[in-house]
């Protein structure tokens, strides 16, 4: 046997090894960093429709409330001193100190005298997520009939 080779044996990683290792590397790094992001982003946005979802379910309530404490002829015409249904304007929903951010509340109401007689709720509620310069508005439409139950 050659002592002289078995003795010289390559004894770590050359160069090229130790760089082709850290591409590797980074590559994986660079993916995973992508997916936490992402991830991140699409968790921000769920909370963030959670949000404008309870606000618009909140407000369906008020109406349904006042379904049930109303004759239909004020529910539909809004007379009713503090009808919170009818009278709701475009304004700021105090939100912003849950998630971060400033929800606005908008409803659309519609009546119909037909038979049988029914009295459309639309609550829009919008917010910015701040995406794209934050110029991008988001919306949410919550819809809800009410009939009369006289």
Sequence with gaps: MNKYLSSHKQAGFSMIEVLMA????GLVLT???SMITNSMET???A???QVANEIAKDFIEKCRREQATMKWTDFVSGVYPGSEC?????GEVNKLSEVGMI???DANTTASAGTPEVFNVDAVVTWSSGRNGGTEEEKLIV????TNRN
């Design 22 to 25: 850290l591409v590797v590397v």
């Design 103 to 105: 929800y606005t509340l």
């Design 47 to 49: 909370r963030y429709r």
């Design 86 to 90: 009818k009278n709701v304007t475009s």
């Design 31 to 33: 993916a995973v960093a």
């Design 143 to 146: 819809q809800q009939a009410f």
């Design 43 to 45: 968790r921000a946005d």
